[in-house]
């Protein structure tokens, strides 16, 4: 079993701010395991799911069946609800369960993607919760990393060695993704029929209980699409017409995706640079084992590492971070730019194996003064470290440099 780096935070939200944790994530990330190990740091717990009949009829009976199950002067239960988010009148129920027993229960909520959408809207929750995301494993998370940012980037401008146990665990994600079952069994045959259930899971029941969605089997098209434009600009209209619905149901069919964290865009950076690219995304997957090209796959491993981090440290209060791409119409082009307070920080960009470092990666770097620009390689073994003035390039293996972060 793999610890996950976001309990410690999890477990501050509960027991040190003393409010309720929303955690949710993608279908099969590993919340209700991550909920459960949590649940060990407590002596007394009580865990309750709404998919589960019997749960279903003590709320119904009796709300509030739980405190009877008071805990000892002086000590906590940690209550779990697992999809309480399918009851009509979740929000109410939790806001009334919360005002009157927090001083004797804690509150972690778990659910798929949905519930970042089903709590919008007239939150009645509002000052009583924080929202935490579990992302798919990575190899920094494998390894135990937790870096604070200005840690990662102090270490990013000296790399520590490598390790075997970092090139092995990021070529198992690259063979299997991130997340735990597929990961952790190691079988192709394995992984292909956990997607396939997985990805029919997502598109029959879970956008079904978000959205009337008619054209199904058109929206099945989309998502069988997507994989080949992933790490690509993304262009709804060229969507349309092979999908054969309208500009705005296809731009609501990507926004469901995105909901139930099937996919995810990155924008670019709204920097003052003469000819860039103010709105086009790039899309890319929660899943990058789904993509057969190995470039896209690899600049695709490289942005759900990136996105991680960057909510991660927001999550945790460490800054205001944003992660996007550059480029403008000479088609100079740099895949990541993560920005810190509207500033860019640090450029990255993802090339397969080219180890001539890129010159739009140099030409970005001078033009917005960022301290750090990073060039990253699928082949073990590339350490190469360069520097003008107080800026440095780096040419690494993946592997390596992935390493120290989340």
């Known amino acids: 079993m793999i610890p996950r780096t976001l309990e410690p935070q999890i477990l501050h939200v509960l027991t040190q701010w003393h409010k309720m944790v929303l955690l949710s994530g993608p279908r099969q990330v590993g919340k209700t ?64 369960a919360f005002d009157t027993y927090h001083a004797d229960f804690d509150f972690l909520i778990t659910g798929s993607g949905r519930l970042d959408l089903f709590k919008r809207g007239g939150d009645s929750l509002l000052g009583r919760y924080f929202s935490l995301k579990l992302f798919p494993l990575t190899v920094g998370e494998i390894l135990g990393q937790m870096p604070k940012p200005d840690e990662w980037l102090n270490r990013c401008a000296d790399l520590p060695p490598t390790t075997p146990e970092a090139q092995s665990a990021y070529e198992q994600l690259w063979r299997f993704g991130g997340f735990p079952d597929p990961f952790v069994r190691a079988e192709e045959s394995f992984y292909r029929l956990w997607h396939n259930e997985r990805k029919q899971v997502i598109l029959r029941d879970d956008i079904r209980q978000i959205a009337q969605v008619r054209e199904l089997s058109q929206l099945e098209i989309l998502s069988h699409l997507l994989p080949e434009r992933a790490a690509g600009l993304l262009s709804v209209n060229s969507l349309k017409q092979e999908v054969g619905v309208a500009f705005e149901t296809v731009r609501d069919w990507l926004n469901l995706l995105e909901h139930v964290y099937y ?7 709204a920097g003052k640079i003469h000819r860039s690219l103010k709105k086009e995304a790039k899309i890319y997957l ?38 996007h791409y550059l480029r403008d119409k000479e088609k100079r082009e740099v ?17 397969f194996s080219d180890v001539n470092l890129a010159s739009s990666l140099l030409y970005y770097q001078e033009k917005l003064n960022v301290p750090l620009a990073v060039q990253l390689v699928h082949q073990p073994g590339i350490l190469q470290r360069r520097r003008e003035n107080t800026k440095y390039q780096w040419i690494a293996s993946a592997a390596h440099w992935l390493a120290s972060l989340h």
């Open 33 to 96: 395991t991550l909920a459960q190990d949590v649940r060990k740091k407590y002596s007394q717990s009580l865990s309750v799911n709404w998919d589960n009949i019997e749960d279903q009829r003590k709320i119904a009976k009796e709300p509030y069946f739980f405190k009877k199950d008071l805990p000892p002067p002086g000590e906590k239960c940690l209550l779990i609800f697992d999809e309480i988010h399918k009851y009509s009148r979740w929000k109410n129920y939790l806001k009334g």
């Open 335 to 351: 895949d990541f730019v993560l920005v810190r307070d509207k500033k860019p920080v640090m450029l990255v960009e993802a090339k």
């Open 263 to 269: 996919s995810f865009r990155l924008f670019p950076f």
């Open 286 to 323: 929660y899943d990058w084992a789904e993509l057969e090209n190995e470039g896209n796959r690899f600049e695709n491993l490289i942005a759900l590492h990136l996105l991680k981090a960057v909510s991660t440290w927001n999550l945790r209060g460490e800054g205001s971070f944003h992660l």
